[in-house]
């Protein structure tokens, strides 16, 4: 089994700066891509910065300047560094991973979760 663990989402004023960690462990043989999404009640869920295995990014349009994905591939953990948070960044951030597992399959596996609140 593989679990996905999310941790740093806290609350904060429009401007400031959050630092979100995920950590993948378990029956993990390698793990390809990692990222993250977002998702508020309401909406669809919403990509916000991805990273390969090779250290290729990508980011959505709003994340663009703002926001940074790392990797540390020992550890397998993914962080997201936000800055200048706005009040529209506010949602519940997710972490996913795409894992090959000690069985020889392959999958995304997703974390539950860590909630992003952005005040004015």
Do not use: H
């Not at 378990?26 to 990222?35: P, V």
């Not at 940074?68 to 997710?94: C, F, H, W």
Request: hydrophobic content about 35%; proline content about 2%.
């Amino acid at each position: 089994q593989v679990q996905v663990v999310e941790s740093g989402g806290d609350s904060v004023q429009a401007g400031g700066s959050l630092r979100l960690s995920c950590e993948a462990s378990g029956t993990i043989a390698s793990i390809n891509a990692m990222g993250w999404y977002r998702q508020v009640p309401g909406k669809k869920r919403e990509l916000v910065a991805g990273i390969s295995s090779s250290g290729a990014t990508n980011y959505a349009d709003f994340a663009k300047g703002r926001f940074g994905i790392s990797r540390d591939a020992a550890k397998n953990t993914v962080a997201l560094q936000m800055n200048s948070l706005k009040p529209e960044d506010t949602a519940v951030y997710i972490c996913v991973v795409d894992v090959r597992t000690t069985w020889g399959t392959e999958g995304d596996y997703w974390g539950p979760g860590t909630q992003v609140t952005v005040s004015v």
